[in-house]
């Protein structure tokens, strides 16, 4: 970009673009998968830390974003101890969640209430329930991808997004998204 036209896109990205995609995701009521790459060396803070790895706060405002009431602040602790460990999905047992038990509770609680964000679920939920949920919930919003930042993403990543109402992926083909 030439040096005189620094000031009027400085001025142009501040004023008309929300460059936060936590506050952007957090407004999106649709499906998401968050793809973290866990050998990023640009979106974070400590390369050798998958704790400092800035997915993780994208995951956590999705989170509040859409189910407040399982957050405290120990399910809060517990997740981020969780998302320090690479590839969640694969040791929900190690931390005491039970993805059937979860998906049954999800399944009444969609079925009673609809699925209209934020959820109320968790407000009659003890503090290790509403970890456990979280936990599960969260590990069908979270992919690790062992991958740097420019790597290009293998086309086995790009599937559709996990949706509560059912408790499984979407099945809509990617004719149908855009026309």
Known sequence: MPACLGAIVTKAVATHLNLNPGEQLAMYPGPVTILRR???????TDNAQLRCN?????VLRLMRSRYPGLLCPRSTEVLWQWL???FQSTNLTAWGVDQDL???LLASYVSQKGETYP???GEDMSVDEKTKMLLYL?????VDV???HNNPLDKDFFTHPWRPLTDSYIQV???QQYY
């Open 146 to 148: 062992p991958s740097g």
């Open 84 to 86: 320090a460990e690479p």
């Open 54 to 58: 800035c997915g993780n706060d994208l």
């Open 38 to 44: 866990t050998q990023d060396e640009i979106i974070t």
């Open 119 to 121: 959820f109320t679920l």
């Open 138 to 142: 969260t590990s069908k919003y979270l």
């Open 102 to 104: 979860c998906s049954s």
């Open 173 to 175: 083909s990617i004719q």
